[in-house]
């Protein structure tokens, strides 16, 4: 007896509005200050993927950007990224400070595996 009827529609096009391609030495303490920005507090993690480091910002929800999901399409406004080799944290120093940013191995996710060939090959 079948209850419900499940179905999966993964997304079918990214849109990527902004790309910022950054040397580790800029890119982690941007990372580490968007951050503290945001008081969120804890470590910050990014997506790592065949030597590519990267962090996306979404839009907020909104009826336009629920509208373009249910049609299965995903709207960054900025992918930021460095190449750099993985490690489990990067460690960094701001001011003397000491802070650490993870990096999480993304290579399950579809998406991003195609999102990391775009921005290897991306020009201006």
Not at 17 to 30: A, D, G, N, S
Not at 58 to 71: A, H, I
Not at 101 to 124: G, I, M, Q
Request: with cysteine.
């Amino acid at each position: 007896m079948c209850l419900v009827e499940i179905e999966y529609r993964p997304y079918q096009k990214i849109v990527v509005h902004e790309v910022r391609k950054l040397e580790p030495f800029v890119f982690f303490p941007w990372i580490i200050s968007q951050v503290e920005a945001q008081k969120a507090g804890g470590t910050p993690v990014v997506n790592w993927i065949d030597g590519i480091s990267f962090g996306t910002s979404e839009f907020l929800p909104s009826s336009q950007t629920v509208d373009e999901n249910l049609k299965g399409i995903i709207h960054f406004p900025l992918v930021s990224f460095t190449e750099t080799s993985y490690e489990a944290e990067k460690r960094v120093n701001i001011g003397g400070r000491g802070y650490t940013v993870k990096l999480n191995k993304a290579d399950d996710n579809p998406n991003f595996v195609e999102l990391v060939k775009f921005l290897k090959t991306f020009k201006r």
